[in-house]
């Protein structure tokens, strides 16, 4: 089977997209401001080029709203607030909305204090983390963003053949006087949705970076749905693994640990925990000063020639660049999401959306968020 996982793919404008999926979640019993959210989170992980968590995720948010798990009535409940420090329980509203709330929240307090962080216990998933940067980078504030799902176990320890964590993706934006360093990395090989997106189209993986059942590495992406299932590598693979893994545990800390929200209850798979944490730079050495040593190593980075035939880039740098690019000329979209979101526009009596370009070659999607 060809490990080639480029697939055939049309543009639309966003404009569009977003009206259709608006309606879908409105006809699943969303209301307006919750819908207006979760799209804009998905539109937006479309157009830094994080397909698995864009518009293809849309179909996977319909079943769970049709299946009660994720809800749109009902507040947020606040277990803390020191002003500084804010302890949230979500009750599984709709993820990109909580994340909306947090961070505006954040945006206000921090100009009060240096340090503002913000934890959520079972929100709905949040989707692509790195669109939750630029709102704080446009600021020129430092932030750290971790989620995870405790109903999901996908990762196993180093040696083990079972999971016990999972893909626990970590993000950080980081301001400079120019483009944002903007990361955004599980902290195994992949996240889930990456290997169900290879999975789906019934291709290998470019590497081994899965265990089967009995813990020898594959490249078979069905490992994790066989019975016993097998897991994902954490980074650093059968040598490092323990490094990526170390990180995992950090991420399983702040995102549920801290938030209160964690795998000792045996919550259900539709949950996550959230860690939010912003830092004011101008109350450590000051704004300049940061702005101006950040830069300088962008700089240094940009300056090395590079091995023959590779370019240098920092984390961000493609995403920004893919975001650009379809605002511009519309969002990319795969052939088989408009397939999967047929039967609940027909249900709905929603139209598809016209493309505005014909189908083009789109390359792999990203390993980077989860």
Known sequence: MSTDTSVGTTRYAASDLTRFAEALLRAAGIDNDHAAAMTARMIDGDLLGHRTHGLSFLSTYLDRISGGHIGSAGALETLHDDRAAIAWQANRLPGAWVMGEATALALDRITDHAVVTVTIANCSHIGCLQSYLLPFTARGLLVTLTATNPGVASVAAPGGTQGVITTNPIAMGIPTWNDPILIDQCTSVGSNALFDDYAAH?????????????????????????????????????????????????????????????????????????????????????????????THLVTTIRNDPGAAGAAVRLPGERALSARRDQIRDGVLVEPQTLARLEPWARRSRTPLPTPTRAPITMPPPSTESD
């Not at 323990?242 to 990180?247: E, S």
């Not at 949950?271 to 101008?282: E, N, R, S, T, W």
């Open 202 to 294: 019934g291709e290998r993986l470019p590497g081994e970076w899965l265990l089967d059942a009995a813990g020898l590495p594959t490249d078979d992406p069905t490992v994790l749905r066989a019975d016993p299932p097998g897991t994902i590598q954490s980074l650093g693979q059968t040598d490092f693994g323990y490094k990526g893994f170390g990180f995992g545990l950090m991420s399983e800390a702040l995102s549920i640990a801290l938030p209160g929200y964690g795998r000792r209850t045996h919550p259900g798979r539709f949950g996550q925990g959230v860690f939010l944490q912003v830092i004011d730079p101008a109350r450590f050495c000051g704004s300049d000063a940061f702005l101006d040593e950040v």
